[in-house]
């Protein structure tokens, strides 16, 4: 079992800068992959950015050159550092896991969501 919980969403002006943090408790030895998403009012959920087990990235197209994701192992944490930031930012992010469950299958991990709002 693994657990995933999102710290560090808030209001942040356009253009300003906010840093995600995604915590991994647990089973954490099963995750492989991680990944970044989120989630406007009447949207569909929309990768933003991955990190695999080896460190290789890659971003959607709207937040590339802007947002960078990383993983601190010996902390089991992900970070997502968010600059230049744009109203149509404005979601909320998910931190996901995913790797092979109790079961044996692949599995996807999924936190809580923090609440990302840019405005003026």
């Known amino acids: 079992q693994v657990q995933l919980v999102e710290s560090g969403g808030g209001l942040v002006q356009p253009g300003g800068s906010l840093r995600l943090s995604c915590a991994a408790s647990?089973?954490?030895?099963?995750?492989?992959?991680m990944a970044w998403y989120r989630q406007a009012p009447g949207k569909q959920r929309e990768l933003v950015a991955f990190?695999?087990?080896?460190?290789?990235?890659n971003y959607a197209d709207s937040v590339k050159g802007r947002f960078t994701i990383s993983r601190d192992n010996a902390k089991n944490t992900m970070y997502l550092q968010m600059n230049s930031l744009k109203p149509e930012d404005t979601a909320v992010y998910y931190c996901?896991?995913?790797?092979?469950?109790?079961?044996?299958?692949?599995?996807?991990?999924w936190g809580q969501g923090t609440q990302v709002t840019v405005s003026s």
């Open positions: 996901n896991g995913r790797g092979r469950g109790p079961l044996g299958a692949t599995t996807d991990y």
């Open positions: 647990g089973r954490i030895f099963n995750v492989n992959a």
């Open positions: 990190i695999s087990s080896g460190g290789f990235t």
